[in-house]
């Protein structure tokens, strides 16, 4: 079975290794979820699985925010603010789960198309901006 969500480099390095690490580590927790939530897992593993995405991407995004302060990137306060509304939406989803005991498809349509997002839209600009500083 493949991979939920390939990393490739080419499309998603953000050209700080830090980062791409953090971001690798988030959609290698992501794939588990899904690997387990498609063999039919126990919901007590689903929660714990997700426990440990949501604990990797709050880390990240705490890491992310000192890099961008750390280069005085001047969108720091609006990346802290979609990094707020993007750990909202994913407890909503967590909320659902909670009810089901299981994740639906949404859930993980919904990492993957912030994940890709975030990363080439959002995330790529303080690439950019470190590279031209």
Known sequence: MSNFFEWDQAKYSVEVPQMDLGHQAIIASMNKL?????SGAASVQLGRVFAELVQLTVKHFAEEEAYMESI???????????????????????????????????????????LKAHICGIDVKYG???LAA
């Open 72 to 114: 005085h990137f001047p969108d720091l306060g609006k990346h802290k603010l979609i990094h707020k509304s993007l750990l909202a939406s994913v407890m909503s989803h967590k909320e659902k789960f909670d009810n089901a005991g299981k994740f639906e498809r949404d859930f993980f349509d919904f990492l993957r198309m912030w």
């Open 34 to 38: 899904f690997s387990l939530s498609e």
């Open 128 to 130: 950019k901006h470190r």
